[in-house]
């Protein structure tokens, strides 16, 4: 936000160094990004009054003007301005005076122009600083003395020379300080000097303007208060150079009085006001209500919009003329044909602002202050202040009294602020006289009792809510510079432990990253439309996605249910820029609008899970050999070392035969009956929809549920080297060929215990003489225990897998 210096001079006595301002608002919270200094290069330039004017005799489109500069006799000066005329007060640049013009000096000279000398030039306000408007020369009023310098006519206007503008950065919580009065009183209390206010008479609610507007609201919880006030038979014309100058400091566009005079009020004290022409608002009624989903209207800006369900709409008895904290309509904007203008001050939900403003694509000076929160009982002040400034500028009739419809008053809260907690958080001691002298200029009202005082908050500061926020006011203003270091510093008497679950995570980092798969992270906010799409066979149930309330595009409405969108959106940008082995894994937040054990709202999951996917080659292609690409079996493999590495051993793995849209093969992983996860290969139909050239297999965990069952294993256990030898024995088996082999092999770990140690599948076999319906698995086991083992002992082992197998599948020993 832009604040001028000279505009702050009118409520606290600024100190001349603006690097001082800037430094003191900047260390006490309003922080100065930038300092614009502003300057008027006036000399040479003098008051002239044109006598004559005359056609320029070989140009159409120039004149020849006689001008006294009271000297002994008038000059003549060449002008191109459609608007100069006998009589007029110009300012004008003598011989030997410099003007900026489009940003480079340049000196005035005696000139011939098409043959015809010109003893100087006729300004503009463009070419002379003051404003951008270059459409003719700058007229004065009757009041400028011929031949009295520019700066000592402008000097009685109240138009300065020179300005300095800081741009301060207003952090959300200080909606107080989106203005000059807010930042003036932050300076008074920072150099103990006093604020002074605009004297305001703030008129008593009904009066004469009962007799032409009334005014409902129908959601006073987004429209706490309105208030409106009216002054008849205006004259909209120009602003006086004083204002033009305070508005243009701060980079608004001069406009007319009346708007000129609202958004002068609303960067005085931060209240947004609005100004109807009176005679457009149809029925001389207002009302307060909530659009309806697809109403249109056009905005001041000459834009056509559709509206969203829930926006506040000002309305007229026939239709909208405003939206509420955002922008007026154009069907009733003040023009050069308005009498009578009505003014409206209000308060609106910063939410619901907020989210109009965002639906509509529309940021404006109202919004910004409304989307933070305005002073809850200025409406009545500032909309009093602008409209006896209107009846100055522009010679209306103020109608007696004000509409004020408050549905809601507010109530500011009472917080007691122990001073023996001062120096507890603060670590100095701060004296209670200027504890007092700082909330007091602040505008707290201070009541003191024993090693107490009892703080009633002001309206303007809805950021105040406890003890902790008063103890901050007291420090940014005592000055946070003043708060020493300790001379010690202690330190804890042992190194910090990591947490378990960053100790696993640190632990599938290593692993993964050795195995050639890479990092990513991707957005968390996705399509409603690929949100449900991926959902259900993801993470095994349908539940509904999440929505956010304030989409930031169409593209990103819903908060992700898994993170394989993302993961097959960074494989189709590697795959499209000449990539081919692609190896990546992600460790990211999904949500359901479900319950979960690790909710942290109800009704809504959010937990950790960890991707992994692959596509494209197995091993780079060499000169000794072929390669092939990735297939589900290589990802199950590294799926089931990282579960090795995380020591669960014991994962259930169940298989689902059929296809899916989703996926064409997929396993469910178990530990207990807790599902953790799934490996899947995607369907060929996504796999083409995305632009991938080869197969796409992927693993998701649950890595919430993971951590809670591995870290129980990550203590060390000692395990003695076994000092007697082990038995290795192998069987094959011919099995249905459908069958899976997962179920014989936990059947092996369950009837070999305790002497089987191990079992793996090392030969897959399939022939014609076993027949099409058949095939053969063939098991390592290994025996051991803390003695030695008998043949015997072994044998009967094996004997009781096979008999065990044969129970199970039918399976018969293959010789």
């Known amino acids: ?36 200094y502003k300057g008027l290069a006036l000399e040479g330039i003098i008051v002239g009054r044109v006598l004559s004017v005359r056609p320029h005799p070989k140009a159409d489109r120039l004149t020849l003007c006689d001008v006294d500069l009271g000297t002994d006799s008038p000059v003549q000066i060449v002008c191109g301005a459609p608007n100069v005329a006998t009589g007029q007060r110009v300012p004008v640049a003598t011989i030997g005076s410099t003007l900026q013009l489009n940003g480079r000096p340049v000196r005035i ?35 400028a003395c011929v031949g009295e310098p520019l700066a000592v006519y402008l000097g009685r206007l109240g138009v300065s020379i020179s300005d300095t503008v800081l741009d301060v950065a207003i952090t959300p919580n200080r909606p107080d300080a989106t203005c000059h009065i807010g930042v003036a009183r932050d300076l008074a209390a920072l150099t103990q000097r006093e604020l002074h206010l605009p004297k305001v008479t703030v008129p008593a609610a009904g009066g004469d303007i009962a007799k032409y507007i009334d005014v409902e609201i129908e959601c006073p919880e987004l429209c706490g208060r309105y208030v409106a006030m009216m002054v008849r038979g205006v004259r909209v014309g120009t602003s006086p150079p004083w204002l033009k100058q305070r508005l243009e400091a701060i980079g608004l566009r001069p406009i007319n009085n009346v708007v000129d005079s609202t958004n002068f009020v609303m960067h005085e004290s931060g209240q947004p006001l609005h100004a109807f022409d009176y005679d457009r608002i149809a029925g001389q009624h207002i009302f307060v209500r909530t659009a309806i989903a697809g109403e249109e209207m056009t905005t001041l800006d000459g834009k056509w919009h559709t509206l969203t369900g829930g926006a506040v709409l000002i309305c007229d008895s026939e239709r909208p003329v405003a939206i509420g904290g955002v922008m007026g309509g154009a069907n009733s904007e003040v023009d050069d044909n308005t009498t009578n203008v009505l003014i409206e001050s209000a308060w609106f939900d910063p939410s ?183 959902s259900h066979d993801v993470i095994g149930n349908a539940y509904p996605v999440v929505e956010t309330l304030n989409a930031v595009s169409k593209s990103m409405t819903t908060l992700r249910p898994t993170l394989l969108p993302g993961l097959l959106h960074v494989m189709q940008h590697n795959s499209h820029h000449g990539q081919s082995a692609l190896r990546f894994y992600e460790f990211g937040h999904v949500f359901h609008e479900i319950d979960h054990e690790a909710a942290y709202i109800d009704g809504y999951a959010e937990y950790e899970t960890l991707i992994m996917g692959a596509s494209g080659p197995l091993h780079p292609q060499s000169w000794d050999g072929k390669t092939r690409n990735v297939d589900f079996f290589d990802l199950k493999g590294d799926v089931e070392a990282l579960l090795e590495t995380l020591h669960l051993m014991h994962v259930r793995m169940e298989p689902r035969t059929e296809a899916s849209p989703l ?83 936990k059947m092996i770990h369950k009837v070999g215990t305790p002497l089987l140690q191990r079992v793996q ?52 020993l293959r010789s």
């Open 1 to 36: 936000m832009k604040v001028s210096c000279n505009w702050l001079k009118d409520y606290v006595d600024v100190p001349p160094d603006s690097t001082v301002v800037a430094d003191l608002l900047t260390m006490c919270g309003l922080e100065v990004e930038n300092v614009e």
């Open 109 to 143: 000279r005696k000139a011939k122009l098409r043959g015809e000398s010109s003893m100087g030039m006729i300004c503009s306000e463009d070419e002379l600083g003051l404003s951008d408007d270059h459409s003719g020369i700058m007229v004065l009023d009757t009041s």
């Open 352 to 534: 619901s602002t907020r989210k109009s403003a965002r639906a509509l694509g529309v940021q404006t000076d109202a919004s910004y202050r409304f989307e933070r929160g305005v002073d809850a009982s200025g409406q009545a002040r500032a909309a009093a202040r602008c409209t006896n400034l209107i009846a100055e500028l522009a010679g209306g009739t103020l109608v007696e009294g004000l509409i004020d419809v408050h549905p809601n008053p507010l109530e500011m809260p009472q917080i007691s602020l122990r001073l023996a907690r001062i120096p507890v958080i603060l670590g100095i001691e701060v004296p209670q006289d200027d504890i007092e002298r700082i909330l007091t200029a602040l505008g707290f009202g201070i009541r003191s009792e024993e090693n107490m005082l009892h703080c009633s908050v002001p309206s303007w500061r809805p950021d105040v809510h406890q003890e902790i926020d008063l103890i901050e006011e007291v420090a940014r203003i005592y000055g946070y510079d003043k708060i020493a270091e300790p001379r010690v510093i202690p330190l804890p008497g042992s190194a910090p432990l990591p947490r378990p679950v960053d100790l696993l995570r640190e632990r599938i980092h290593s692993y993964l990253n050795g195995r050639g798969f890479r990092e990513i992270y991707t957005n968390s906010l996705l399509k409603r439309s690929e949100a449900e799409c991926f």
């Open 663 to 745: 996926t064409t093969h997929c396993i469910t992983l178990y530990l207990g009956d807790t599902r953790v996860g799934s490996v899947a290969q995607l369907s060929e139909a996504i796999q083409q929809g995305w632009s991938l050239r080869t197969p796409v297999c992927f693993a998701e965990f649950n890595w919430t549920r993971l951590v809670l069952h591995a870290k129980k294993q990550l203590e060390p256990h000692y395990m003695p080297v076994n000092r007697y030898p082990v038995v290795d024995r192998d069987i094959a088996v011919v099995i249905p060929r459908l069958q899976p082999v997962g179920p014989l092999l």
């Open 761 to 812: 599948v090392f030969d897959l076999y399939e022939a014609e003489r076993l027949g099409v319906s058949k095939k053969s698995v063939a098991f390592a086991l290994r025996f051991g225990a803390q003695r030695t083992l008998r043949d015997a002992e072994v044998e009967n082992a094996v004997n009781r897998i096979v008999n065990a197998l044969h129970e199970l599948c039918g399976a018969q």
